[in-house]
């Protein structure tokens, strides 16, 4: 699985309407071990940016929270070791994860949870090492080993059978829950192992469920292994919006964790993206992406796009990008965002005031050139006759050198890929 930082990790699930808010994990105990010892100090302290209502620790989506305390401008702090956290626990729970959740200051619709922290991972007090391993199999071969401490990500179809096995000590009993229902296992034949065998109709009953829930006993010591299982498609309503600190990550919205975007530095109009699963594999390669960039990707058999809506650069604060992922059916890409990339692409050399460019340093220009508020307002038009085309301290037309030794001026090269485009546009119609 991805390894994150427990100190600096972002992590937004963000509304429309609190696309500002982004919590930041600063401060996270090692171990959280529930109920804690009277006199713990197992101190979680957070940073949320934006305009929060208010700011709480939970368990459970929609379950009850635990509100934190403002220790700062944009600081807030929790002791874990109170009786309140202990008690919001799921009820006979061995272990499982909190989640720091905040609203906007104009409220909205979805209340608290409208923008959550990464997980943190909690075990209960007096649970004991085990040696009981759980096993998912598919039909595929794939053996998927469950964690007692963690949720194990399944991302295929065909559960064939889940295995508990106990190198020592007998197994006493065992179930899983998905949803509203309890599965037994039984006991194979001659053997301390013990079997849930799915056919159709088990897979069927389980298959719109995010999670199984595997508990069982060895010895009398219970344990619990969580399979979450990946979504199909992302749960969207529309677009939804989220930011991303630059050399850290977030959770994809619609995703409950399962993909996580990270970029690297911003700089000079670009930074560096990807985008991973839970399991650490690759859904979106690493690549350079500009300000209005879009990037497609799947999600199962669903397609989406990711859009770099803005990079910030601030002074004070942390730079970040504004992103929003939607559908990609009925996408329209913006135009200026593909003449920068075709430019970055182009093996040609570009003067500008006498300097040589290559592909990649005049892309990034003209991206910066169309960044920021004035940025939001420019129409093809404007950027290729005006922006891109002449140089805003001398009027001076900017010149292409093609790799033949032929030169033209940057707005016939730029009106050159428009009509590209626009004869590519017409021929996939």
Same mark, same amino acid.
Request: aromatic share 6%; net charge negative; hydrophobic share 45%.
């Given at each position: 699985?991805?390894?994150?930082?427990?100190?600096?990790?972002?992590?937004?699930?963000?509304?429309?309407?609190?696309?500002?808010?982004?919590?930041?994990?600063?401060?996270?105990?090692?171990?959280?071990?529930?109920?804690?010892?009277?006199?713990?100090?197992? *101190?979680?302290?957070?940073?949320?940016?934006?305009?929060?209502?208010?700011?709480?620790?939970?368990?459970?989506?929609?379950?009850?929270?635990?509100? &934190?305390?403002?220790?700062?401008?944009?600081?807030?702090?929790?002791?874990?070791?109170?009786?309140?956290?202990?008690?919001?626990?799921?009820?006979?729970?061995?272990?499982?994860?909190?989640?720091?959740?905040?609203?906007?200051?104009?409220?909205?619709?979805?209340?608290?949870?409208?923008?959550?922290?990464?997980?943190?991972?909690?075990?209960?007090?007096?649970?004991?090492?085990?040696?009981?391993?759980?096993?998912?199999?598919?039909? /595929?071969?794939?053996?998927?080993?469950?964690?007692?401490?963690?949720?194990?990500?399944?991302?295929?179809?065909?559960?064939?059978?889940?295995?508990?096995?106990?190198?020592?000590?007998?197994?006493?009993?065992? %179930?899983?829950?998905?949803?509203?229902?309890?599965?037994?296992?039984?006991?194979?034949?001659?053997?301390?192992? *013990?079997?849930?065998?799915?056919?159709?109709?088990?897979?069927?009953?389980?298959?719109?469920?995010?999670?199984?829930?595997?508990?069982?006993?060895?010895?009398?010591?219970?344990?619990?292994?969580?399979?979450?299982?990946?979504?199909?498609?992302?749960?969207?309503?529309?677009?939804?919006?989220? /930011?991303?600190?630059?050399?850290?990550?977030?959770?994809?919205?619609?995703?409950?964790?399962?993909?996580?975007?990270?970029?690297?530095?911003?700089? *000079?109009?670009?930074?560096?993206?990807?985008?991973?699963?839970?399991?650490?594999?690759?859904?979106?390669?690493?690549?350079?992406?500009?300000?209005?960039?879009?990037?497609?990707?799947?999600?199962?058999?669903?397609?989406?796009?990711?859009?770099?809506?803005?990079?910030?650069?601030?002074?004070?604060?942390?730079?970040?990008?504004?992103?929003?992922?939607?559908?990609?059916?009925?996408? *329209?890409?913006?135009?200026?965002?593909?003449?920068?990339?075709?430019?970055?692409?182009?093996?040609?050399?570009?003067?500008?005031?006498?300097?040589?460019?290559?592909?990649?340093?005049?892309?990034? /220009?003209? /991206?910066?050139?169309?960044?920021?508020?004035?940025?939001?307002?420019?129409?093809?038009?404007?950027?290729?006759?005006?922006?891109?085309?002449?140089?805003?301290? %001398?009027?001076?037309?900017?010149?292409?050198?093609?790799?033949?030794?032929?030169?033209?001026? &940057?707005?016939?090269?730029?009106?050159?890929?428009?009509?590209?485009?626009?004869?590519?546009?017409?021929?996939?119609?």
């Amino acid at each position: 699985m991805i390894a994150f930082r427990a100190i600096g990790l972002m992590s937004l699930l963000l509304s429309p309407a609190s696309a500002q808010l982004a919590i930041r994990l600063v401060q996270v105990p090692q171990k959280v071990v529930l109920p804690a010892d009277p006199g713990s100090n197992l *101190m979680l302290e957070v940073e949320v940016q934006g305009f929060p209502r208010a700011v709480a620790l939970g368990a459970l989506l929609g379950g009850p929270t635990v509100p &934190m305390r403002r220790s700062g401008a944009t600081s807030w702090q929790l002791n874990l070791a109170t009786p309140e956290v202990a008690a919001m626990l799921p009820r006979g729970a061995t272990h499982g994860r909190l989640f720091v959740h905040a609203s906007g200051a104009n409220g909205d619709s979805s209340g608290i949870g409208a923008v959550s922290s990464a997980p943190i991972l909690w075990v209960a007090k007096g649970v004991r090492e085990t040696s009981l391993g759980c096993r998912l199999r598919t039909d /595929s071969g794939t053996v998927h080993d469950g964690s007692v401490l963690s949720s194990t990500w399944f991302d295929g179809e065909g559960i064939t059978a889940i295995e508990l096995r106990a190198p020592r000590g007998r197994i006493d009993k065992a %179930t899983a829950s998905s949803a509203e229902h309890r599965l037994p296992f039984l006991r194979v034949a001659e053997s301390e192992v *013990m079997e849930l065998r799915f056919d159709d109709q088990l897979r069927e009953l389980v298959a719109k469920s995010e999670q199984l829930c595997v508990e069982a006993e060895l010895d009398g010591v219970p344990a619990s292994f969580v399979f979450e299982f990946a979504p199909r498609r992302l749960a969207l309503d529309g677009t939804a919006e989220f /930011s991303v600190i630059q050399r850290e990550a977030s959770y994809m919205p619609g995703s409950r964790g399962w993909l996580v975007v990270r970029i690297g530095d911003i700089t *000079m109009g670009g930074t560096e993206l990807e985008i991973r699963d839970a399991n650490g594999r690759e859904v979106l390669a690493h690549r350079l992406v500009f300000e209005r960039e879009a990037v497609e990707f799947a999600v199962a058999d669903e397609r989406y796009v990711l859009v770099v809506e803005r990079l910030q650069n601030r002074l004070i604060g942390d730079d970040h990008a504004e992103l929003f992922v939607r559908p990609a059916a009925g996408y *329209m890409p913006d135009r200026i965002a593909i003449l920068v990339r075709r430019v970055a692409a182009s093996g040609d050399t570009f003067l500008r005031d006498g300097v040589k460019f290559d592909g990649l340093l005049a892309a990034r /220009s003209l /991206s910066l050139a169309a960044s920021g508020p004035s940025g939001r307002k420019l129409t093809v038009a404007t950027f290729v006759d005006d922006v891109a085309s002449t140089s805003r301290r %001398t009027g001076e037309p900017h010149t292409v050198l093609g790799a033949d030794g032929t030169a033209v001026t &940057m707005r016939e090269w730029l009106q050159r890929e428009l009509e590209a485009m626009d004869a590519a546009e017409k021929t996939n119609k």
